[in-house]
């Protein structure tokens, strides 16, 4: 069975200050697929990033950047510089790799992340 | 473009009364899903669409919960019998194909169901 674990319910941090996310996940499988969204007071999850088991290639998008490492089973997301904007609830999520069960998305119960200005 | 449409955004019912959800995918996406959130959690997968046809229900908590596809484009969630631990967001999400590797699942804004 498939598990992702945020163990950080809430974090609160002042304007441009850096801040990670963490998330740890369990699973079976060796192909999977990691993913982060985030879900802003409006409600729509809006896709961050996907990351493949294969790949532990650290990424970064601007502010955003994603640490993989799997010999911790953790995918952390870090916010440098962090901005009001930033305030939302982001969610870890994992599926498993090509075949069968490649579409179904397990989530963490996600981090509420309060920028304050 | 137009994105995932839901509808209600809000609904409230009462304990023991059926509700309908009802989800616009975009355009073009084959597949479709419904998700749950309830207060506090993450999202809970319950049903997927390829087409018209549902091969993976496993989700569905109940019986009292059953969801349809037509002309693979609106989808509905029908709750019966209501009860007060059926109250969260219902979150649907349509994708181009189905392997997440290759297909990002576009979600709409939910509605939110209160049973009271």
């Known amino acids: 069975a498939q598990k992702v674990t945020q163990a950080q319910t809430e974090i609160s941090v002042v304007e441009k200050e850096d801040v990670t996310l963490d998330c740890v996940y369990e699973?079976?499988?060796?192909?999977?697929?990691l993913f982060w969204y985030k879900q802003p007071p409006s409600g729509e999850l809006v896709f961050l990033i996907r990351r493949n088991s294969f790949d532990e290639q650290n990424e970064i998008s601007g502010r955003y950047s994603w640490n993989f490492q799997k010999s911790t089973s953790s995918f952390n997301f870090t916010i440098t510089a962090s901005q009001v904007v930033d305030s939302a609830v982001y969610f870890c999520?994992?599926?498993?790799?090509?075949?069968?069960?490649?579409?179904?998305?397990?989530f963490g119960k996600g981090t509420k992340l309060s920028v304050i200005p | 473009g137009a994105g995932v449409s839901q509808s209600p955004s809000n609904k409230v019912t009462e304990k023991g009364k059926d509700v309908e959800l009802r989800c616009d995918p975009i355009?073009?996406?084959?597949?479709l899903y419904w998700y749950r959130q309830r207060l506090g959690q993450g999202l809970e997968f319950l049903i997927y669409?390829?087409?018209?046809?549902?091969?993976?229900k496993s989700g569905l908590p109940s019986d009292r919960f059953s969801a349809e596809r037509t002309g693979e484009s609106v989808s509905t969630l029908t709750i019966q019998r209501t009860q007060q631990e059926d109250s969260a967001v219902y979150l649907c999400a349509s994708s181009h194909g189905r392997d997440l590797l290759f297909y990002e699942q576009y979600f709409g804004p939910g509605t939110r169901l209160t049973v009271t």
């Open positions: 669409f390829q087409g018209n046809s549902a091969p993976d």
């Open positions: 355009s073009g996406h084959t597949a």
């Open positions: 699973t079976r499988d060796t192909t999977y697929y």
């Open positions: 999520a994992l599926s498993e790799g090509p075949g069968a069960g490649s579409y179904q998305l397990t």
